[in-house]
């Protein structure tokens, strides 16, 4: 069975990301939009994880919310 990032890289808490930007960055298409699941290959538990943590990084300024 074919491992997720998250678990490969030994990541427990996806939500605490927000401060890596390089990593959260993997995950936008270059429009900045969140990947979907099937395209990642992320469980759906660390996929709203990540979408809550990409969320938060857009709030505090960290991410863009459109890419021009």
């Known amino acids: 069975m074919k491992q997720d990032y998250f678990s ?3 990541i427990k808490y996806v939500e605490s ?3 890596e930007v390089d990593i ?7 429009n900045g ?4 699941r099937r395209r990642t290959g992320i469980t ?3 996929q709203r994880a990540l ?5 938060h990084a857009r709030f505090i300024g960290l991410l ?3 890419v021009k």
Do not use: D, W
């Not at 959260?24 to 270059?30: A, R, S, V």
């Not at 979408?51 to 969320?55: E, L, N, P, R």
């Open 24 to 30: 959260l960055k993997k995950f936008l298409n270059q």
């Open 44 to 46: 759906a538990k660390n």
């Open 51 to 55: 979408t809550t943590a990409i969320k």
């Open 17 to 19: 990301l927000y401060k």
């Open 8 to 10: 490969a890289n030994n």
């Open 33 to 36: 939009k969140i990947m979907s």
């Open 64 to 66: 863009p919310f459109v």
